[in-house]
């Protein structure tokens, strides 16, 4: 007698569920992928948002640390005739990058833009600051 893994299938569905998935697992990692290039003067990031529009996006420079956060809170409601749900799913998530920029890098020097789920920005190379020293004398004896 032939069993059909059919049945099984309902069960493999039922554990694919996001509920029980472990928090920060596999799905965290498919949003926001990152490349950055360096170019003579600036290194250019691309950062892809699928499902994020401009304004679910922030990008924040703090203390030499630029943190690109991406907020999204949705909620659909269908109801037949009746007013009975048919289906009800609220899709709610936030994620978080930050990035060393350099202390020397200032908001009105990054250029940002976004375009198709994907966040542009044009970060300047901290300039290598020249320190010049001053001879001291050393004290003789």
């Known amino acids: 007698m032939l069993l059909s893994n059919r ?3 309902l069960f493999d569905e039922l554990f694919r569920d996001p509920f029980f998935s472990k928090p920060f697992s596999d799905n965290t ?3 926001m992928k990152t490349d950055v290039q360096e170019k003579d ?3 250019l990031v691309d950062m892809e948002l699928p499902g994020y529009a401009k304004e ?5 420079l703090k ?7 991406a907020n999204k809170n949705e909620n659909r409601d269908e109801k037949d005739k009746d007013g009975n749900y048919i289906r009800r799913e609220r899709f709610t998530g936030t994620c978080k990058r930050s990035f060393y920029v350099g202390e020397s890098v200032r908001q009105e020097d990054i250029q940002a833009g976004f375009q198709d789920g994907i966040l542009r920005l044009m970060i300047p190379k901290e300039a290598a600051q ?3 020293e001053q001879p001291k004398l050393i004290t003789i004896q």
């Open 7 to 9: 049945a099984f299938d």
């Open 29 to 31: 990692t498919q949003i």
């Open 41 to 43: 003067n600036h290194y």
């Open 56 to 60: 679910d996006v922030r990008a924040e």
């Open 63 to 69: 203390d030499g640390y630029l943190t690109i956060t």
């Open 130 to 132: 020249k320190i010049e």
